[in-house]
C-alpha cells in the first residue's frame, strides 16, 4: 500500500514493498543530469555512512579479515537513485606478499537498483540483492599481480600493487525484486574494484551504473 512521509526539504509519496522503496520526490535544485551514481563511502557501526531517502543496507563479513557494507537509496536533492560500499576500518588481511600464489575462500553479495526512471520530481526503480550470500574462490597471482576468480554470476579482474587492489568486478545478476519479489531483475554490468589483499586475508569493494541501473556489493575472504 502507498504511504506518505514528510521531510523538511519536501513531501514524499513513496511505495513500500518489504525493504523496497520504489517512489519519492526529488527537488529541482542541484538535480543532476544523471538518475543513477554510486560510490565509495566510510563505514560506520557495521553500515555505510551516508544519508539517503529510502537506504537499504546490507553486508558480508570474516570475522578473521573484516567487514564491508553496502547500501542503496535516494538522493532527493540531485534526483538520483544511489549504490554504495565501504570498508570498516583496520581490515586485517596479514603481511605483504611479493610473490607466488595465495587463495582466498570468499564469501560476497551486493545490491541492484534497475529500471529506473525519472518523471517531474518522483524518481523509481526495482531493488534486489541475491536471497543467499554468495561463494567463491579468488587467486592471487603475486609474481603476475593480479587477483582472479569467478562464480555464478560474479567475474573478478583485479591487479595488486602492493597490498591494494583494483580493477574491475563484472557482475551478471539474476535477481527478485520489485513488488514482493515478482520482477527478475537481471543484467550485466562491470563494476570498479578497491580493497586490499595479503597473506591471511582480502577485502574489496565494487560499485557501477549504467544509464538505468547501479550496483553495490562486497567480498571479503580467508586464504585457505
Known sequence: MPF???SRRAAFQCVALGSI??????GSGGRSSNITASG??????GRVDVALESE????????????????????ERKGQVVAVAGIADDPEVGDPVTE???????RYNYIVLDNTSRSGNYISADQGSRRFIG???????????????????????GQISGQEVTGSVQVDYNVSGGIVGTKVLSGRMDTALNGQ????????????TDSNSAIAGG???TAN
Open 197 to 208: 589483499v595479503g597473506s591471511t586475508g582480502v577485502i574489496a569493494t565494487f560499485h557501477g
Open 4 to 6: 506518505t512521509f514528510q
Open 135 to 157: 561463494r567463491t574462490t579468488l587467486t592471487a597471482d603475486y609474481s603476475e599481480g593480479t587477483l582472479t576468480g569467478t562464480s555464478s554470476d560474479l567475474e573478478v579482474d
Open 21 to 26: 522503496v520504489l517512489l519519492s520526490a526529488c
Open 100 to 106: 607466488g600464489t595465495v587463495t582466498y575462500n570468499t
Open 219 to 221: 567480498l571479503v575472504g
Open 40 to 45: 565509495v563511502e566510510r563505514v560506520s557501526d
Open 56 to 75: 537499504s543496507n546490507l553486508s558480508v563479513s570474516d570475522a578473521r579479515v573484516g567487514l564491508v557494507a553496502f547500501a542503496t537509496g535516494i538522493n
